[in-house]
């Protein structure tokens, strides 16, 4: 059974960074695709970076230089590091996955964990 599980995620002033995490089971990780997305109140969900199985990464373009997907292949396990955070990056962070080809549209995954809320304050 496939199963992604964030963790990692609290509470930040402006200007802090955070790591967080997506630990896969179920299948390894370059298998896939698996993705980094986030939703803040109101807003619809919108990826915020994704990796191939050849371990080439895309990111959402006003957020490159600020936030760098590093994977652990011997655990299995994503990490999602934030920089110079503002409060416009409060929202809900998912990991997601999906077989084929890999998308930045968070439509495009069925495979979700549960989330991890950041919240910034300024």
């Known amino acids: 059974q496939v199963q992604l599980v964030e963790s990692g995620g609290g509470a930040v002033q402006s200007g802090g960074s955070l790591r967080l995490s997506c630990e896969v089971s179920g299948y390894t990780l370059t298998r896939y695709c698996m993705g980094w997305f986030r939703q803040a109140p109101g807003k619809e969900r919108e990826g915020v970076v994704i990796?191939?199985?050849?371990?080439?990464?895309k990111y959402a373009y006003d957020l490159e230089g600020r936030f760098t997907l590093s994977p652990d292949f011997a655990k299995n396990t994503g990490y999602l590091q934030m920089a110079s955070l503002n409060p416009e990056d409060t929202a809900t962070y998912y990991c997601a996955s999906r077989s084929g080809d890999c998308y930045l549209a968070a439509s495009w995954y069925y495979i979700w964990g549960q989330g991890t809320q950041v919240t910034v304050s300024s």
């Open positions: 990796i191939d199985n050849d371990g080439d990464t």
